[in-house]
């Protein structure tokens, strides 16, 4: 048998024990207290009757009612009587007391006799001797036996126990008070465990029962496990997590090991899933309580914030203890303004993703209410389907009332009230377009502020804002996602390509972070060469004008080839561009180069799609009509068609040519019958046979680069 068990076996025959002479004491008890004082009257009656000498009776003068002296003297010195009416049974009402107590050596009967009552007189007894001189034969025989008997009958109701009483009761006390040791570790002593957030830690054990320890404690997030340190209050996590992420605790504890034959040694384990505290501004406007500071509330506390206003500098308050309103520093000499606001509601959270944008004010102006109207006053750099957005210094009904501002250039849109202080118009599709100025009437005079705070326009009923017009880098990402440019663009971690038709219009002007990498790891160089990121370069101006013949059904590349990358990007191409990309329409052309070597003998080298495809001995101009070096787009392409004009010595010529690629000016690839080909014989095209300039024609496209070098 284990040793638990049978400590377990003593500790229940302890319990036993305690039960037994807890009922011997009780039913001792209850005999003592079931005499009533007739039942011991009646008792110490029949009991002197019995062992008494024979008294004398005496009658009492009717005149005369005595009282009698003490009756006898107790062996003992401490014991304890009840005053009881021993011997008489007419007695006034008032004179027996169970609850008096008489202590000392002698039993006084102070009972009041009746007239003419006969009372038996146990025998004449001479006074109580003084404590000095108290002989030891004071109490005759008779005396000694009815006090005997007195003493006898008493012994059986009186607490005066027995040595061998005693000690079962002082036995039964202590066996008592270990079963009571016991029963309160069985009770109060089990273990238990929670788990649960705590207000500045992660994770907080509580531990009940005497001496429970922790033997386990483990956490994941997102699948891995989680490094935790003891902080005040509880756990926290060796490094900063993200706000309202799910983490998995698991805690095991058990009680001591000298408890365990009482408890057992069983493990208890807890498993359970808390989530970060999540922080976020409660009130998207807030009025300063004082100049530079402005109170901002969050619907959780927060322990760091950090902030600033559009394009400024960006501020960090961190708190020692966590609050739901922080004093956010603002410039003191402004209206109003906007902050862009990050919290985290606990020191070892990162930031909120994704910020919140307050507005504030200081004060209504005094001719006037104030409006933050974003874009600002004067922006020369709005998306061209920018959101407008007005937040006034007062309830949008006592500004303006039902009425609305007017927009000029009128655009399809609508507008939305956000709150009861902002206004937001939301335009269609494209919105304003590129480069337009946009005029935002109101029909009422506010003092109009920007959302930095340094633009305000003075009492007014409206003001303007210009869109930008498109970005050269978005439409470089947008033509290598198509496969128009010889790169791809690949953008930066947490970026993608928009997907909706209003993120595209957005990121017109704001193109997405990334690098660009070339398609092919055997590009020429000649062709690298000729690459910018962001500015316009000839490889951009090539995949427009390939895009726009592909899409573009009145395409006139006479036209294309003088235009810059700008003219070229109208907003007709930009809106092409953002529906090609949103329904995924690449480019129908392989991307092919052309490069010519004016070096003897004269090449043309084909290359397509990094590998070369063609090399042929190419003709180039004379020297008075020569071949101009550099790189061109081709703009314009003919199966067959003549060329004329007149030769360097001024005759006139009207020849046919095949398979024509202009790409600068009158200079094309074509196929030309010569009688020979690898040196300079055309008047500035570069000329192929016939039949390698058919195969060339049909790996060309518009836009394809011609790079002619010596």
Not at 22 to 31: F, L, P, Q, T, Y
Request: glycine share 10%.
């Amino acid at each position: 048998m284990r040793k638990r068990s049978v400590w377990k076996i003593v500790g229940l025959a302890g319990l036993a024990g305690v039960a037994a002479s807890g009922v011997a004491v009780v039913r001792s008890e209850r005999r003592r207290r079931a005499y009533t004082p007739d039942d011991v009257r009646t008792r110490l009656h029949q009991r002197v009757a019995a062992i008494a000498d024979v008294a004398p009776v005496v009658s009492l003068p009717a005149a005369q009612p005595e009282r009698f002296r003490p009756v006898g003297r107790l062996a003992g010195k401490s014991s304890h009587y009840q005053a009881m009416d021993l011997l008489a049974d007419n007695r006034p009402a008032n004179w027996y007391d169970p609850g008096r107590s008489w202590s000392g050596d002698y039993l006084e009967l102070l009972q009041g006799a009746s007239l003419g009552e006969e009372i038996t007189v146990l025998g004449a007894l001479p006074e109580p001797p003084r404590q000095a001189d108290k002989p030891a034969h004071t109490q005759n025989s008779s005396t000694r036996r009815a006090l005997g008997a007195v003493g006898a009958l008493r012994g059986r109701g009186s607490s005066r126990w027995g040595w061998g009483t005693r000690l079962a009761a002082l036995g039964g006390l202590l066996v008592a008070g270990a079963a009571l040791a016991i029963a309160g570790a069985w009770l109060f002593g089990r273990p238990s465990l929670s788990v649960g957030l705590s207000g500045e830690a992660l994770i907080r054990l509580d531990l009940g029962g005497i001496g429970t320890h922790l033997t386990r404690i483990e956490a994941t997030y997102a699948g891995k496990p989680l490094s935790l340190e003891h902080s005040a209050g509880g756990l926290v996590p060796a490094a900063k997590l993200s706000q309202g992420q799910a983490v998995e605790v698991t805690a095991s504890a058990k009680s001591p090991s000298w408890l365990g034959w009482l408890l057992g040694n069983k493990v208890l384990s807890v498993t359970t899933t808390l989530h970060t505290p999540t922080a976020t501004p409660s009130e998207s406007v807030a009025f300063a309580s004082a100049a530079g500071t402005v109170p901002v509330n969050f619907d959780h506390p927060v322990s760091v914030v950090e902030y600033a206003a559009p394009g400024g500098t960006t501020r960090v308050v961190r708190l020692d203890d966590p609050s739901s309103t922080v004093d956010l520093a603002v410039p003191s000499r402004v209206a109003g303004g906007q902050l862009v606001v990050y919290a985290a509601a606990q020191a070892w959270e990162t930031l909120t993703p994704t910020p919140t944008t307050v507005t504030w004010f200081v004060s209504s102006a005094a001719d006037g209410p104030i409006a933050l109207a974003d874009p600002s006053p004067g922006s020369m750099e709005a998306a061209p389907n920018a959101a407008v957005s007005l937040t006034f210094s007062e309830p949008v009904a006592e500004v303006l009332g039902s009425s609305k501002p007017t927009i000029s250039p009128a655009v399809a849109g609508s507008w939305s009230q956000r709150g009861p202080n902002t206004l937001v118009f939301v335009p269609n599709g494209f919105g304003f377009g590129l480069g337009a100025q946009v005029t935002v009437s109101l029909r009422r005079t506010v003092n109009v502020v920007g959302p930095a705070g340094d633009t305000l326009t003075g009492a007014s009923r409206s003001y303007s804002f210009t869109t930008t017009q498109g970005s050269v880098l978005r439409l470089e990402q947008l033509l290598a996602q198509l496969h128009y440019l010889p790169l791809d663009f690949v953008p930066a971690a947490g970026q993608q390509e928009p997907t909706t038709l209003s993120a595209q219009v957005a990121s017109m002007s704001r193109p997405l972070a990334g690098q660009f990498v070339w398609r092919w790891g055997s590009t020429p160089a000649s062709l690298e060469h000729d690459w910018t990121v962001g500015s316009d370069n000839l490889i951009l101006q090539g995949a427009l004008m390939d895009f726009e013949s592909v899409t573009n059904p009145n395409y006139n590349g006479y036209t294309a080839d003088d235009e810059t990358v700008q003219q070229l990007a109208d907003a007709s191409t930009w809106e092409s561009l953002i529906d090609a990309a949103l329904h995924g329409q690449l480019d129908p052309d392989p991307y092919s180069y052309v490069y010519v070597s004016q070096d003897l003998p004269e090449t043309l080298t084909l290359w397509e799609k990094g590998s070369v495809v063609l090399t042929s001995p190419a003709n180039t101009g004379i020297p008075e009509r020569p071949t101009a070096n550099g790189t061109f787009p081709i703009y314009v392409r003919y199966t067959f068609n003549y060329m004329s004009g007149f030769n360097p010595d001024g005759s006139h010529y009207d020849d046919p040519v095949y398979w024509i690629n202009y790409f600068n000016g009158g200079d094309a690839v074509h196929g030309f019958y010569r009688a020979s080909y690898g040196w300079p014989q055309s008047l500035g095209c570069v000329e192929l046979p016939i039949s390698t300039a058919e195969v060339a024609f049909n790996e060309l496209a518009i836009g394809d680069l011609v790079t002619v070098a010596n």
